[in-house]
């Protein structure tokens, strides 16, 4: 048993330095759950105030303690602000002015909105993965020291540089979920793609491979590439999730047409995916399916209305 044992643990800990590059003997728990100030935090800081004061908040004081979970609260905190916004300009939209230009002309079925605001909230693969993805990646240690750094603002080169990095990488695993093989497609994207005529509130329902896949691996990729401070994390997060929100509503945006000049994805470049497969498999921007081939303009799918696009 011994030995079968210590097989399982060796085996285990080989995996950890593979995938996560750290063994598991690095993962202890904190000696102290308060990640507080001590004796030597106190001593550092009178002599270096500006650093100091920065670094007590985010990173971990010494061996077997947790990194402070300020900086991934805010951040978390951010993108449910973001959210709300999100809704409640759908919610208006949808619900006070009655809009009714719709993308498609396919007619949309009626829902109702609480019902579509639960589903959408409620997603294993969505929030609730994304969210464990966050807290787990911080609290372990996991991201660029430059992460846990609360100095300083947002550097909006930094969250361009995220927002363009992660979605060419989510834009190539999208495109390898179609084409890889049919029981990839299957076991991964293919549960997404059962709505031809998204609506909001489909955004992130789909499969835990399809999140994995197209959301968390093209994350850490990112993360590592890009070494920026928590504000633009917090920053790039914000915007990430929600406009991959955005682009899945069923009514065209209003800056839509004005974006999409810059090559920035709209609901409409996306609605072509949804609707025709093997197009657009970008999210955030269009600029890799030009280089790839695979654009497809709104404005030439005969299930859209065009007056509205």
Known sequence: MATS????????????????????????????????FNTSSLAST???????????????HGPGEWPSPVGLSLGLLSV??????????FYFRREV???????????????DFWEGVTTHLAQP?????????????????????????????????HVLAQLAIV????TVMHYLEHKLSPAVYKASHKPHHKWLNPRLFDAFNGSL?????????????TANIVHCNVWSYMAFGTIYANYLTLIHSEFP??????????????????????????????HLFMWWDRLLGTYKSPHDVKQFDHAVL
């Open 46 to 60: 009178a002599a270096a105030p500006t650093v100091a004061a920065a670094s007590s908040y985010t990173l971990p």
């Open 167 to 170: 979605d060419a990488l989510q």
């Open 5 to 36: 044992w210590n097989f399982v643990s060796q085996l285990l800990d080989n995996a950890s330095q593979l995938f996560l590059g750290r063994s598991l003997s690095s993962f202890s728990l904190p000696t102290s759950l308060l990640g507080g």
């Open 80 to 89: 449910a602000v973001g959210q709300v916004f999100v809704l409640v300009w």
């Open 125 to 157: 693969e969505g929030f609730v993965l994304l969210g464990s993805y966050l807290s787990l990646t911080w609290m372990f240690n996991l991201m660029p020291a430059s992460y846990y750094d609360m100095s300083g603002s947002v550097n909006w080169y």
């Open 97 to 111: 002015l009655k809009c009714s230009r719709f993308i498609q002309t396919e007619k949309k079925e009626n829902y």
């Open 253 to 282: 945006n209003p800056w839509d047409h004005y974006v999409s000049y810059l090559g920035i994805g709209t609901a409409a470049d996306h609605h072509v995916h949804h609707r025709l497969f093997k197009f657009n498999y970008g």
């Open 209 to 221: 491979g399809d999140t994995i896949c197209m959301i968390l691996i093209p994350l850490f990729i």
